[in-house]
């Protein structure tokens, strides 16, 4: 069974950082593209950030190039958001995902989403 486990989050004043882990169980992960979603209440899910099996190349949304940095330790399994320089419109649930395309079927598993709340 398929597990993507998120830990981090929390409350943090604008200006802080925080640190997402996501944890994965029955995949590897250096076999699939890795990406962060978040949703802020009553909008839709946008993607944060998100880098590729392929050749490792990292994509950002413009809303945190130059503050978040994802990355992805293999020998743990493990993938990691860094968000630095927080600011309030940043609060959201962030999800982990990872994704794959293999002999033609499509592999895609989620987190269960982690609060991040950015106020003073």
């Known amino acids: 069974q398929v597990q993507l486990v998120q830990s981090g989050g929390g409350l943090v004043q604008p200006g802080g950082s925080l640190r997402l882990s996501c944890a994965a169980s029955?995949?590897?992960?250096?076999?699939?593209?890795i990406g962060w979603f978040r949703q802020a209440p009553g909008k839709e899910r946008e993607g944060v950030s998100c880098?590729?099996?392929?050749?490792?190349?990292?994509f950002y949304a413009d809303s945190v190039k130059g503050r978040f940095t994802i990355s992805r330790d293999n020998a743990k399994n493990m993938v990691a958001l860094q968000m630095n320089s927080l600011k309030p419109e940043d609060t959201a649930v962030y999800y982990c995902?990872?994704?794959?395309?293999?002999?033609?079927?499509?592999?895609?598993?989620w987190g269960q989403g982690t609060q991040v709340t950015v106020s003073s």
């Open positions: 995902n990872a994704n794959r395309d293999f002999l033609g079927k499509k592999y895609d598993y």
């Open positions: 029955g995949i590897t992960v250096d076999l699939y593209t």
């Open positions: 880098t590729s099996r392929r050749d490792g190349g990292t």
